[in-house]
């Protein structure tokens, strides 16, 4: 499978990946989007799910719950998130124009439907220099689930995010975790670079990435540099080996450049380099 994909949006689902599409084990993922007044049936049936507002508003119904979710859009405000367990029906309808991402991973059924609002999520600004961002535990230890893992970031134009890189493949004994990528761009004519790539192999693959698409990370380190004027907004599903409390685990950042966290500036040249004449 491609591991770049591009948004349909005149679509109701307008990106989808699957285990089987995918070539990998546990994560599938959606983004979707429903006119006001449409629903739209989604069966959970053996993955606990994580539904993402997007933007607009919806009530949602899982068996005899009823959660009415909004975001007035990614640039406007912060996410809310519905967690689903498995073998459940998920009824969407929209009050308004109405986008969400859903992703899935099997799952037990350990933990009950739960809303999770913004507040109840980690907000941190992480690095530093041209490294800085905003990072948000959407759905992440200490919040509960069995193998979804969530986050979304705000990378200001210029900025680099996923410094140092890091990897999360089973590489040097780091937890085995698949994860997508979806990217939201303003104004929605820039662009972004994503790179995945492993040290140990000639595998490297860089995508230029716009406003709604999709990258997957199958393997390797993978960061991500917006483009001077762009301001970048991504959000990662991930899922894999690691299950309940394990989430927590951290990646594995490249030795190359984990010497970025002890010094954000990167050793940068300070300009000019040279006066005239000299």
Known sequence: MNHHLKSDFHA??????????????????QILALDAGQALTHETRDNEVALTVLAGRANVRVADESFAVSRKGIFQELASVLYVPPHRTITITATTRFECA????????KYPARLFGSDEMKQELRGGGAAQRQVNHLLAYPLPAERLILYDAYLPGGMWGGIPPHCHDGYMDSPYLEETYYYRITPNDGFAFHRNYRC???????????????????????PVAAAPGSNVYFLNYLAGDL????????????????????????????????????
């Open 243 to 278: 299950v309940d409390d394990a989430r927590k685990t951290p990646p594995y950042d490249d030795p190359a450049y984990a010497w970025l966290k002890q010094n954000w500036g990167g050793n940068a040249f300070a300009l000019p380099m040279f006066e005239n004449g000299e």
């Open 102 to 109: 859903i992703g899935g991973a099997p799952a037990q059924g």
């Open 12 to 29: 109701r689902v307008q990106l989808e990946v699957t285990p089987e599409r995918a070539g990998w084990r546990y994560l599938r993922f």
């Open 200 to 222: 140990d192999t000639d595998f490297d693959e860089v995508f230029t990435v716009r406003d709604g698409d999709l990258v997957l990370v199958t393997q390797g380190f993978h």
